[in-house]
């Protein structure tokens, strides 16, 4: 009974496998260190769909194993590129300011160069200023702690509020929902700071690194590559063992688990911020990719495309998640992208740029009603895990509770 | 014999019906207490205030030797102070193992990050297994309880329970679903667990209360209404006519 984690978790190696493999392959066919055969843009799509994959896999833990259905956790997600953004932008213009003041006569003093990198940064927004929240962008370490400390502890004191009262279910995905748009609206202000609706740009650009961008989209994606591996084999070590027990527990039947003595409260709150953390780390190998964030990024309905993309994939299974939101972002990519040919039924066209949302909509209301183990449930043909038929009854009485066709014998 | 819990005048209203009135009740250290009573007496509304589930409009719980009041603590801390509890629906975690349940309920620190990291002892899985052949449930340790016949998620609650270690047992109908031979089976576990602990029982059959050979309180209309031994309350006129008379 006290196997490894890993031979309790067979499903991890298969994982971790198939990515090296992927890793492998994309390395071997990019521009920067291989045959060529993809370009590096496509390198950036695949990287920038590694991190939504772990962001996937923190939406799981929350909603999959812990029954929360947080619809916020873009939030973190996009605040985790706003905190790296800051540093790209301000070490990159500081190098730019520091390259056109050397010519001038007389030496510039901090003053001055501080001034020039301010009026590079927020003369869009009509300013020159640096505001307070830019205090530790010109530090490299700071600003990376920032990456892990701004969200998590938005989510902590957010969590904490949430928790303690016991607001769950709807109630709660409504106030994640409200968190969203308000941290969105903020960030759509000129004074917020963070450059209003211009957003931060030109983030692809690595200060101080002579190396294209070819070069430079391999290490970024390499990195998701390592974020979602580690990411990955975490998140399960933390729902294996007793505590996986607890937290799938709470989504089954918190009021059990609260008269075995367990602090739910607790519990939740360390799952939130936990993966808020992530979600924010994956937002930080996000954006340096995507070359650009601004607050559309933040909108409430990505934070609900994340629960689309894990409920598609199949909740309460990691890879699952991963499965998710690879497929869903990559084939929005390419039907948004106007790759897709438009049909033409003669009195009407369909473009697939405007109805990809409906087909996504649709497949996602095919999913909940007639596979609610997803994509992922795929699997379980080859492993034979059946769903065993409980009459219609649910696991549990709470509302995040596993239905009955995404159980197990 | 100490006083471990103390309940004194307590009153719940719910939608203007009163469902506990004026309700006192006291159970020592170690000792067995069957309550009986018609449907809709309040007996499980009885364990829901002393569990925390339902605070009520009035009146005083009393706990330990420290006289510590429990209607100031929430359902974990409850639960951790040392009151167990075994609900009317047999309630387990279905989407789990018989084994991650004894697991979760074996007795050790809550918090989240001592739980994160814990691996089990030897001398926890050899409790669980303990805990699994008391209840008859040793082969069945690795299916998932939602799997098990409503029988034997009776028996795995109650083993939960033993694997918790409370100093109080609140056991609601342990014995629906059970054969007759379960049941005899049941009486032995309790009786044994209430030589060192106090055990609360609520149950309807007369030959299982009998079985138990404890002082038995009799609740109607959410007050006591009659206390002692079976014999002594089954011959209470007022107890045949609301109770036995049926
Ligand atoms: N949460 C609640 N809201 C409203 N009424 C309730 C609630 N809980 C219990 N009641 C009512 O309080 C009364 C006592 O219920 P309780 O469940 O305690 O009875 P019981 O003695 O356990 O009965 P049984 O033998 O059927 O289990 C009943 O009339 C019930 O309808
Ligand atoms: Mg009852």
Redesign the pocket.
């Known amino acids: 009974m006290r196997r490894s984690f890993i031979a309790r978790n067979p499903s991890i190696l298969v994982f971790l496998a198939c990515l090296a493999l992927f890793t492998l392959a994309i390395t071997l066919m990019s521009e920067a260190t291989g045959a060529g055969l993809i370009s590096t843009s496509f390198v950036k799509t695949l990287g920038k769909t590694l991190c939504l994959c772990l962001v996937a896999v923190a939406m799981d833990l929350v909603w999959g194993y812990c029954g929360i259905l947080s619809l916020g956790h873009f939030a973190f997600f996009g605040l985790g590129g706003y905190m790296v953004g800051m540093w790209l932008m301000y070490a990159r213009t500081e190098i730019i300011v520091a390259g056109s003041l050397a010519n001038a006569p007389l030496p510039p003093t901090p003053a001055e160069i501080s001034d020039a990198i301010g009026s590079q940064i927020f003369g869009v927004v009509g300013s020159s200023d640096f505001p307070l929240i830019w205090s530790f962008a010109h530090s490299f370490w700071a600003q990376m702690a920032l990456v892990v400390i701004v969200p998590g502890l938005l989510a902590l004191v957010f969590g904490w509020l949430a928790f303690r009262s016991r607001v769950t279910g709807v109630y709660l995905s409504i106030l994640t929902q409200a968190m969203t748009l308000a941290l969105s609206l903020y960030l759509f202000q000129n004074e917020s700071g963070l450059r209003g609706n211009n957003g931060l740009s030109g983030l692809q650009n690595l200060p101080g690194v002579g190396a294209g961008q070819d070069a430079v989209s391999m290490w970024f994606f390499w990195g998701s590559a390592l974020a979602l591996a580690l990411g990955y084999v975490i998140c399960a070590w933390v729902v294996s063992g007793k505590f996986g027990s607890v937290v799938r527990g709470i989504r089954d039947d918190e009021a059990r688990v609260r008269f075995l003595g367990y602090s739910v409260e607790g519990y939740k709150l360390f799952i939130f911020t936990f993966t808020a953390v992530i979600a924010a780390i994956a937002g930080a190998l996000y954006y340096p990719q995507a070359g650009i964030i601004n607050p559309g990024e933040v909108a409430p309905i990505a934070s609900i495309y994340l629960a689309v993309w894990v409920a598609i994939g199949g909740r309460g299974r990691l890879y699952g998640a991963v499965i998710g939101a690879a497929l869903v972002s990559l084939v929005s990519t390419w039907f948004t992208g106007g790759l897709v040919p438009s049909i033409r039924l003669g009195f009407y066209t369909v473009d697939w740029v405007d109805w990809w949302l409906v087909l996504l909509g649709l497949s996602f209301v095919l999913v909940t009603l007639f596979a609610p183990k997803g994509i992922g449930g795929l699997v379980d043909l080859i492993t034979d895990r059946i769903a065993p038929n409980r009459h219609g009854a649910d696991y549990g009485p709470d509302k995040g509770a596993l239905r009955e066709g995404e159980g197990r014998k | 014999m100490a006083t471990l819990l103390e309940v004194s005048g307590v009153s719940v209203t719910?939608?203007g019906?009163k469902?506990i009135r004026n309700l006192s009740f006291s159970i020592g250290e170690a000792e067995m207490r069957a309550i009986i009573?018609?449907?809709?007496?309040?007996?499980?509304?009885?364990m829901?205030i002393v569990t925390g589930k339902?605070s009520p409009d009035e009146g005083r719980v009393i706990w330990g030797e420290k006289s510590v009041n429990l209607l100031k603590m929430n359902e974990a801390r409850i639960a951790q102070a040392g009151i167990g509890r075994k609900f009317?629906r047999p309630t387990v975690f279905e989407d789990q193992t018989v084994h991650a349940n004894l697991l979760m309920a074996l007795k050790n620190p809550r918090p989240s990050f001592a739980c994160l990291f814990y691996r089990p002892s030897t001398r926890d899985l050899d409790r669980v297994a303990q805990l699994a052949d008391e209840v008859g449930l040793s082969d069945a340790l690795m299916r998932m309880s939602g799997e098990l016949s409503h029988g034997q998620k009776q028996w795995l609650e109650i083993g939960m329970l033993l694997a918790q270690e409370p100093r109080l047992l609140l056991v609601?109908?342990p014995a629906a679903g059970m054969t007759l031979a379960e049941r005899e089976h049941t009486t032995d576990l309790l009786k044994e667990a209430a030589k060192t602990r106090a055990v609360v029982v609520?149950e309807?059959d007369m030959e299982f209360v009998r079985r138990l050979e404890c002082k038995v309180t009799v609740?109607h209309e959410?007050s006591v209404l009659a206390e002692g031994s079976l014999d002594h309350v089954t011959a209470n006129p007022k107890v045949i006519e609301v109770y036995l008379g049926r």
Request: aromatic letters at 14%.
């Open positions: 719910f939608d019906y469902a009573g018609p449907n809709g007496a309040g007996k499980t509304t009885f829901d339902t009317q609601d109908e609520v309807h609740l959410g």
